[in-house]
């Protein structure tokens, strides 16, 4: 089993910026790829960005020159940089193994114009 903690989330104006964090614990020697994904109200969750233990990144296009995912070991950060209101949602941290993925509690943005 892994439990996934995030931290970071908040209220910012737009423009502004936010960072997020997420630890893996429990049996984390068998994940690769950590993840944020997002859910805004009324709307499906959405891939944000990835990266893997060899430090290869995906972006989504929408925060792609803004958003910036890094990792140390079993931590995993999300440098949001010139928010927007539209970024406005529940973000979330994702990872998996060869049995199962996992998702940590979500951590709320919110952007205001």
């Known amino acids: 089993q892994v439990q996934l903690v995030e931290s970071g989330g908040g209220l910012v104006q737009g423009g502004g910026s936010l960072r997020l964090s997420c630890t893996a614990s429990?049996?984390?020697?068998?994940?690769?790829?950590m993840g944020w994904y997002c859910q805004a109200p009324g709307k499906q969750r959405e891939l944000v960005a990835t990266?893997?233990?060899?430090?290869r990144t995906t972006y989504a296009d929408s925060v792609s020159g803004r958003f910036t995912i890094s990792r140390d070991k079993n931590t995993v950060y999300l440098q949001m940089n010139s928010l927007k209101p539209e970024d406005t949602a529940v973000y979330s941290c994702?990872?998996?193994?060869?049995?199962?993925?996992?998702w940590g509690q979500g951590t709320q943005v919110t952007v205001s114009s």
């Open positions: 994702n990872t998996q193994d060869i049995y199962r993925e996992y």
């Open positions: 429990g049996s984390i020697f068998g994940i690769n790829a």
């Open positions: 990266i893997t233990r060899s430090g």
